[in-house]
């Protein structure tokens, strides 16, 4: 005789959860008819995903009662993911201004031009701190047991500290930092929850500093200015003037691709 399994009602008991009842013949085996039982049920119903079944049996009526109970989803399942960001910014100190917008000299005193270089004394360049561009962000994974191996968890290790040799979450070549992660075996679930975070900084093209034009710099490059003393021949005095601007590699690449949340 087949095993029939027919359901009776559904009923939904809040906004979080709802069952639905079944009547199972055809066995007299509570491991065949909760089988049976999971084989018919929805995986969802009215918005909510299914939680756990159960069999009791119907004495005297060679059946059994069964019941499939539905809950909201809870976040966290393998293989979803989760996002956040921050661009509330970074400090850095420049020793260069983007434009002298305004020169106020005291009567009879011709004053002199500085190139943009920003608090110049007799013997430095003092520069301020600023406020720049820093788009921080964090991906939460949650990962199949399988593939968080020994040798996956050296790859995270290995492109910490990197910046991404190619496109990145829309990010350009050398705009994306990788921080690290944080990561923790989720029993209940045989998976793991894997935490990567990044920080983006804008690359730059063009850029003139002082009379120094055409410099270009990656996001995670870092770029200073070097002196020189000068004379300023309106002024008639020794200044502080911008010679040359280098752009330096102080961070190594990494193909971000070996993360395998995507790019």
Request: proline share 4%.
């Amino acid at each position: 005789m087949p095993v029939v399994v027919t359901e009776r009602y559904g009923r939904r008991l809040s906004d979080t959860a709802a069952e639905k009842a079944y009547l199972i013949r055809g066995t007299d085996d509570d491991g065949v008819a909760r089988s049976a039982l999971v084989a018919q049920v929805p995986g969802s119903h009215e918005g909510l995903v299914l939680d756990d079944v159960e069999v009791e049996e119907l004495e005297g009526l060679d059946a059994y009662l069964g019941t499939a109970r539905y809950v909201l989803a809870e976040f966290g399942q393998t293989g979803e993911s989760r996002f956040s960001f921050d661009t509330t910014g970074g400090t850095q100190h420049i020793t260069q201004s983007l434009q002298t917008v305004g020169t106020f000299p005291a009567p009879g005193v011709t004053p002199p031009n500085f190139g943009g270089a920003i608090g110049v004394t007799t013997d430095s360049v003092e520069g301020v701190d600023i406020t720049v561009p820093v788009y921080s962000f964090s991906e939460t994974h949650y990962l199949a047991d399988s593939f968080v191996t020994l040798a996956y968890r050296g790859v995270v290790f290995n492109l910490t500290g990197k910046v991404n040799s190619g496109g990145f979450k829309g990010l350009a070549a050398g705009e994306c930092l990788f921080l690290g992660a944080t990561g923790s075996r989720r029993e209940s679930e045989d998976d793991w929850e894997v935490t990567y975070r990044f920080a983006a900084s804008p690359n730059k093209v063009n850029l003139t500093i002082g009379d120094i034009p055409n410099v270009s710099k990656k996001g995670w490059e870092y770029l200073w200015v070097r002196y020189q003393d000068a004379v300023d021949g309106g002024a008639q005095m020794l200044i502080k003037k911008p010679v040359a601007a280098y752009v330096e590699k102080v961070y190594e690449t990494g193909n971000f691709a070996a993360l395998g949340i995507g790019t």
